[in-house]
């Protein structure tokens, strides 16, 4: 069945691969920046954390994100409702052992960058790490993130984490996404 699945999804990815999800833009390269789910959490180590970001072509907030131990480059993007990975990310998980069948919720239809609808599955994310200055950390547990087909499309953060994080301003003079206090 985890061989089916692969297959699957390889195949999903493949066969939409050009389809258009976010436009042109790629991620920065990923290079080290720093010295409604059941059962979401949230947890914060320090009463505030700086985060690093920089802005994309596009505006959008890029941080460095850790998915279940997994390091990955996100855009921070008000308008994806949910954390989305691109089914290239996915594969890199699942080949590491850090997504399995356990983890598969479903499929839902999904609308995105251009405007048509696509199927897309969703499995949960245990451990979203999102790294600050000073070894300060924000940690989210059981995430639930889509995976877009589109190997090509950008990995975002959306609202079902950005709800979900304590009082946060951007801070565009120093580049950090500054958050206080307990959610």
Same mark, same amino acid.
């Given at each position: 069945?985890?061989?089916?699945?692969?297959?699957?999804?390889?195949?999903?990815?493949?066969?939409?691969?050009?389809?258009?999800?976010?436009?042109?833009?790629?991620?920065?390269?990923?290079?080290?920046?720093? +010295?409604?789910?059941?059962?979401?959490?949230?947890?914060?180590?320090?009463?505030?954390?700086?985060?690093?970001?920089?802005?994309?072509? +596009?505006?959008?907030?890029?941080?460095?994100?850790?998915? &279940? +131990?997994?390091?990955?480059?996100?855009?921070?993007?008000?308008?994806?409702?949910?954390?989305?990975?691109?089914?290239?990310?996915?594969?890199?998980?699942?080949?590491?052992?850090?997504?399995?069948?356990?983890?598969?919720?479903?499929?839902?239809?999904?609308?995105?960058?251009?405007?048509?609808?696509?199927?897309?599955?969703?499995?949960?994310?245990?451990?979203?790490?999102?790294?600050?200055?000073?070894?300060?950390?924000?940690?989210?547990? &059981?995430?639930?993130?889509?995976?877009?087909?589109?190997? &090509?499309?950008?990995?975002?953060?959306?609202?079902?984490?950005?709800?979900?994080?304590?009082?946060?301003?951007?801070?565009?003079?120093?580049?950090?996404?500054?958050?206080?206090?307990?959610?």
């Amino acid at each position: 069945m985890m061989k089916q699945r692969f297959l699957t999804v390889v195949f999903v990815a493949l066969s939409v691969m050009l389809a258009a999800c976010g436009g042109k833009e790629k991620p920065s390269p990923r290079v080290d920046v720093w +010295g409604s789910n059941d059962g979401l959490r949230v947890s914060m180590d320090a009463p505030k954390i700086e985060v690093p970001f920089k802005r994309t072509g +596009g505006d959008l907030a890029e941080i460095q994100v850790s998915l &279940n +131990g997994v390091p990955f480059n996100m855009w921070w993007d008000t308008g994806a409702s949910m954390l989305c990975i691109s089914s290239l990310e996915f594969t890199k998980m699942y080949k590491e052992g850090r997504i399995t069948d356990a983890d598969y919720k479903g499929e839902i239809a999904t609308s995105i960058a251009d405007g048509s609808t696509v199927k897309s599955q969703v499995y949960t994310i245990r451990e979203v790490d999102i790294q600050g200055m000073g070894d300060k950390w924000l940690r989210l547990y &059981n995430v639930d993130a889509v995976v877009s087909g589109n190997s &090509n499309a950008p990995s975002l953060i959306g609202q079902n984490v950005i709800q979900q994080l304590p009082k946060h301003t951007f801070n565009e003079s120093t580049g950090m996404i500054e958050f206080e206090g307990q959610r």
